[in-house]
Nanobody, 122 residues
């Protein structure tokens, strides 16, 4: 069973920075896609940044120029560096890893962490 553990969230003033970490139980190179989502109160979960197939990166428009996703394969960890934070970045941030297909029980290869709260005060 894959486990993803996020850390690094907290309270920060607008304009500040945070770095989130997502540590996986095992190699992260096996995942087709791995990245960060967030969910603000009353809103749907949305993609923030991710590594997609082929090692490319994808960012939400709101994250471009401010957030950077990176990875350390040796540490089985993916990071999200968030700069110039705004109050609208306040949300629970989730790490996700997935592969196409399903296992022998029909379950998708789609894994989520427990989330880490990011609160940006204005």
């Amino acid at each position: 069973q894959v486990q993803l553990v996020e850390s690094g969230g907290g309270l920060v003033q607008a304009g500040g920075s945070l770095r989130l970490s997502c540590a996986a139980s095992g190699s992260i190179v096996r995942f087709n896609t791995m990245g960060w989502y967030r969910q603000a109160p009353g809103k749907q979960r949305e993609l923030v940044a991710a590594y997609t197939s082929g090692g490319r990166t994808s960012y939400a428009d709101s994250a471009k120029g401010r957030f950077t996703i990176s990875r350390d394969n040796a540490k089985n960890t993916v990071y999200l560096q968030m700069n110039s934070l705004k109050s609208e970045d306040t949300a629970v941030y989730y790490c996700n890893a997935n592969n196409p297909g399903r296992d022998y029980r029909g379950r998708p290869y789609d894994y989520w962490g427990q989330g880490t709260q990011v609160t940006v005060s204005s």
